[in-house]
């Protein structure tokens, strides 16, 4: 006869492990045993509402989705770029300060309109991750796609706007200047806060999500 243990003081990721490694022909009795140990622990209301929350904080773990939907997105916006430099003869890499803005332009354009319409760009389409409204966790409108990208809007309205203040050429931009040096480290120390952030609250948000009141959740 088929010995099998007393499977009702084991914890469900116990019991969960034990199912999956078990072998089922070689030992059926056992296997009816776990199978049932695991139904009644999915009855009881304190595992069931543990499993709720497990479920809940699992959903706003998305740190290496939102990267990689961003690299996606990044490198079909640079394909984009690079037919418009064979297109203009203009390289989006040099120091020409419209084409420059231009990109920027590009970028937020994308973000702010795909977020505002759909919840998602093209590369969290493909990671499985939404932006949505914090309190109600409903779609956000363009509107609010705005609020939440604001800071990069800003950033990229005073890199336009140092040539003008210097006195440079509008054409360029003179990137060992100062006032460029200025902007790129505290460009720096906003990606840098925006990570931070992500990993000292329960929802996982971003810094430009409280500024858009928005959370990005797992579909």
């Known amino acids: ?26 030992y059926p009795e056992r296997t009816k045993a776990i199978e049932l140990a695991i139904a009644n622990k999915m009855n009881d209301p304190a595992v069931k509402e543990a499993l ?43 120091q020409h300060l419209i084409v420059q803005f231009l990109v920027g332009f590009q970028f937020i354009l994308y973000t702010v309109v795909m977020h505002g319409c759909f919840g998602q760009t093209l590369g969290k389409m493909v990671m499985g991750i939404k932006v949505l409204n914090h309190g109600t966790e409903t779609t956000i409108n363009v509107k609010q796609a705005s609020r939440r990208a604001s800071v990069i809007i800003a950033f990229n309205i005073v890199w336009f706007l140092i040539p003008l203040v210097s006195g440079s050429s509008l ?45 990005v959740v797992r579909l």
């Open 1 to 26: 006869m088929e010995f099998s243990p007393n499977y009702d003081h084991y914890r469900l990721e116990e019991l969960l492990e034990a199912r999956d490694q078990i072998n089922k022909e070689l």
């Open 52 to 94: 709720k929350k497990q479920q809940e904080a699992k959903k706003y773990l998305t740190f290496w989705r939102r990267f990689w939907a961003f690299m996606i997105d990044y490198i079909g916006l640079s394909i984009i770029w690079y037919v418009e430099d064979l297109l203009f003869g203009v390289e989006s890499g040099d």
């Open 171 to 215: 054409g360029t931009l003179d990137i060992n200047s100062i006032a460029v040096r200025v902007l790129f480290i505290l460009l720096m120390v906003w990606w840098a806060v925006d990570i931070i952030t992500m990993r000292f609250n329960d929802k996982r948000r971003a810094a430009h999500d409280y500024i858009g009141k928005t959370v």
